[in-house]
Each structure stands twice: as C-alpha cells, then as structure tokens.
C-alpha cells in the first residue's frame, strides 16, 4: 500500500488524532471497522460522517465505504474520508475473507436470518466427507445468481427494497470468483466455512447453492468478513475506538 496516497487508521493509532485539519491529509484516510451486527453499512458511513465533521469542522465531508457488508454480518468495512473516497472502488477490488456458519435442513427467502424459515429438509445424510466433495465444485471462477434480498439494482431500485415489497425476482447471473474454501468445523447440522473469494460474491447464495448439491436447504447462520484486501480484523477499529479517533 505504499503507493497509495491516502493514511490509513488501524487499531494501534493514538486516539484522538493529533491533528484535527482534512487539509492535513491530503490524500484521504481510510479506516478499517469491525461492523458491529445489525448495522448496515451505510450506518456505519453515517456514524462516521457526524463525527468526523464535528471534529474536522467541514461539513461538506465526503464519507463512503468500500465494499458493502450486509447487516446481518460483522467483520471488516472499510470506511473512506475525504480525498480517499476516490479510491473506494480500488479498495474494493481487493480480496475477501470470510468465516460463515451454514445451517442445514432449512431455508430462508433471503438466505439468511432476516427472514424466517419458510421450508424444511432432510440434513442426516450430510457428512463432512460429502461437504469435502461437493465444495470441490464451488472453486474457481463462476456464475453465481444474486440473493433477491441484495443492493443489486434492478431497473434503478435495489433488489432488496423489491424482495421487501414481495417482488423476489430471480437476477442475472455474476461473474465471481471463489479461490479457496476450507472447512473449520462440522457438527452436524452445522458447518463452519472459510471462504477466500473476489468482490461480488454473496456469501448467503454460496449456501443456497451448496444446500441443493448436498440434496438439502441451507441458511447463512453467521458472517464474519475477516479480511478486506490488505485489510485484517485484527487492525480494525472498534466502534468505541472510532468515535474516540473523532472525539465530540
């Protein structure tokens, strides 16, 4: 990242910052979060935006992210100030870690806990050696379709507000890309998942899909983004951290 312009804040910077002009970062700051869960990631651009116009004292402050996280996940996020929201896409291509807990035997309309169990399945049959195989199938580039509860845009609307009002229409295959899939864990029926993965992927459609190749349903039960790009969790800020970073 040393070609980079803008200043990165981690978890071992001095709280608050020493210096409280956006002039004197020319170039930006980016700061890695740990999202807490239940809050989506235009809260968290929100939380910060008031506080870093309060302590910069510029209230035409850009503030965005770099690479939404669903509400219902925690983990790493990205949030760029200033100069820096002129690379948010660039941050955004980089690669994503995830640890994911997958419930088998029923299913969500949206793939995950938002919305509750609408169908049940048979799960006994499920070996960690059946997961081993099937996962085997799910590396590499490929067609993934989008969750209908997702910020894919459908006709200038988010595909999500649409799945809401009860339009769940199926969307357009993306190209994605999954690099490695490890299992942690498997105690039936629930398996943990590290997956190595580009920009774009959802997570919630990975289990969908790995439900109907093991003869079941799947549920996306926990999310955590561990890494973003060059990004790890363990340099995150917490919230607490942020809103020391922009003391009020």
């Known amino acids: 990242m040393a070609d980079i312009p803008f200043k990165i804040i981690d978890n071992k910077c001095t709280f608050p910052l020493e210096e409280n002009k956006i002039e004197h970062f020319p ?59 002129k690379k948010a896409s660039l941050l955004q291509d980089g690669v994503k870690e995830y640890i994911a807990e997958i419930t088998f035997g029923a299913t969500t309309p949206s793939f995950d806990l938002e919305k509750e169990i609408d169908c049940n399945y048979p799960f006994s049959h499920i070996t ?14 490929q067609e993934q379709i989008p969750p209908s509860f997702s910020a894919k845009l459908v006709n200038g609307l988010r595909s999500y507000t649409l799945a809401r009002e009860g339009d769940s229409r199926e969307l357009k295959p993306s190209v994605i890309a999954i690099h490695e899939l490890e299992i942690i ?11 190595l993965c580009s920009k ?12 109907l190749a093991l ?3 799947a549920t996306l039960t926990n999310l955590t983004r561990t890494r973003s790009g060059d990004f790890l969790l363990s340099g995150c800020l ?6 020391s970073l922009f003391p009020l």
């Open 185 to 195: 864990s498997f105690e039936s029926p629930v398996l943990v998942l590290r997956v």
């Open 238 to 243: 917490s919230i607490e951290q942020l809103q």
């Open 128 to 141: 960690k050696e059946l997961i081993s195989e099937a996962i085997k199938n799910f590396t590499g580039e």
């Open 27 to 85: 170039g930006g700051l980016v700061i890695p979060i740990d999202k807490p869960y239940r809050w989506t990631s235009a809260d968290a651009v929100r939380k910060a935006k008031f506080r870093a116009v309060k302590f910069f004292g510029v209230k035409n402050l850009k503030v965005g992210h770099a690479g939404t996280l669903d509400p219902l996940a925690t983990g790493v996020l990205l949030l760029c100030l200033g100069s820096a929201t």
């Open 200 to 211: 774009g992927t959802y997570i919630r459609a990975l289990a969908r899909d790995l439900g």
């Open 215 to 217: 003869n079941s349903g």
